[in-house]
């Protein structure tokens, strides 16, 4: 009996690492990158380095990678959220959008900040340091709107200056 249960155990053991090898979501820690964050934007230190912490594994080729990451299921969650915040906002590819393309992204990184729609929850449980405090929520909120409105008044420099409030 007791050989029995050692062979379904090894067979699972088995089955575990052969699936650790099946990417469903692309094979996205191949895709690795050194390049610039955000390349082209003015950003201040401060705001950067919050981004790097609650952003940056989903949302760069620069994701830093944990144990329970390469191996199945909790690698196939893991996968699944990156390949899926790289589809959306890839900050390492930045300077490849287009103006327009980038003030969009800009006003929705606001706007998913200002609701605490990202960083997911579900990373939040397991990476506490990314949680954003209420000031960094309106640091980055601040700088995300400046930043689109620079990138929007370079584009239009002729337009007349909007009403002062
Ligand atoms: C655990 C992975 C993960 C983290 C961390 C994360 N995101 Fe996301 N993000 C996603 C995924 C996945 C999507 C795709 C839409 C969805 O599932 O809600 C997304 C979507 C977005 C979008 C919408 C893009 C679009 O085109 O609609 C923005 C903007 C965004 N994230 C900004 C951020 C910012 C800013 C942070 C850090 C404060 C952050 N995300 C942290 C995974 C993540």
């Known amino acids: 009996m007791k050989k029995r249960w050692r062979s ?23 895709v690795r990158s050194d390049h610039a964050l955000l390349q ?6 401060d705001v950067s380095s919050t981004i790097r ?4 594994d989903c949302h760069s080729e620069q994701t830093v990678w944990p144990l329970y990451s390469y191996v199945v299921p909790s ?3 893991v996968e699944s959220d990156v390949a899926g915040g790289r589809s959306h906002l ?12 980038q003030q969009q992204a800009l006003s929705k990184i606001a706007s998913m900040v200002k609701n605490r729609k990202m960083p997911l929850s579900q990373y939040l ?41």
């Open 8 to 30: 379904i155990l090894l067979v699972l053991v088995i089955l575990a690492v052969i699936c650790s090898f099946i990417h469903p979501f692309g094979n996205v820690k191949a």
């Open 125 to 165: 449980l397991i990476h506490r340091d990314a949680k954003l405090s209420d000031a960094e929520v309106d640091a980055i909120y601040n700088w995300a709107r400046a930043e689109r409105k620079r990138l929007s008044a370079t584009d239009n420099p002729a337009a007349p200056a909007p009403p002062a409030k």
């Open 40 to 45: 082209g934007l003015n950003i201040p230190p």
């Open 75 to 77: 690698s196939w969650l």
């Open 53 to 56: 912490r609650s952003c940056a």
């Open 90 to 101: 890839n900050m390492s590819h930045w300077e490849t959008l287009s103006s327009d393309d």
